[in-house]
């Protein structure tokens, strides 16, 4: 297809030239295209933040399986069963931030620490030990979390917490 204003050779889909920025549509399929984009654009940018936040809890929660079954070789249930319950609630937890991506980070946070505490309280070596990966998921839980408030802030989106 070539330009009707300057004759130079452009994509069929094109709404403007890229040479004479002549309009090639009338100002109103313009106006209704513009804001197509920005509607696709605006839901690429919700799904993003929502799946940032909820990629973080599954990988803490799949994380968490992983010494699962280490204490199911081991023959020990009830640690085994302490850390399939840890597990199944961050996995949930990442499954409920699609719907309420700000509680969900915020719970997960919480549990995360929570965790940790009690484990310190059984056995205060713990917290030494496996403090450089501890640190690197309480990190990417605020992050997340930071990012699921900005998202709020900026999408109005109601949240289980503001139900309240």
Partial sequence: ???????KKINPKTIRCPY??????????????????????LEREKKDFIKSGRNT?????????????IYLSQGD????IIQGTIAGI??????LATKAPYAALLSGVIVYLLVIALSA??????????????????????????AANKFKKKYKNKDILDAA
Avoid: H, Q, T, W
């Avoid at 809890?57 to 079954?69: A, E, K, R, T, Y």
């Avoid at 249930?77 to 085994?80: E, H, I, K, P, R």
């Fill in 77 to 80: 249930d009830l640690s085994a």
């Fill in 57 to 69: 809890l599954l990988i803490v929660g799949g994380l968490n399986i992983i010494p699962l079954f």
């Fill in 121 to 146: 309280l059984a056995d205060p070596e713990s917290i030494v030990k496996g403090i450089f990966f501890k640190i690197i998921v309480i990190y990417y839980l605020f992050k997340g979390m930071l």
């Fill in 1 to 7: 297809m070539n330009c009707p204003s300057c004759s």
């Fill in 20 to 41: 004479c920025k002549a309009l090639l549509v009338s100002k109103e399929k313009f106006s209704s295209v513009v804001k197509k984009r920005k509607e696709k654009s």
């Fill in 90 to 95: 961050f996995l949930g937890l990442g499954l």
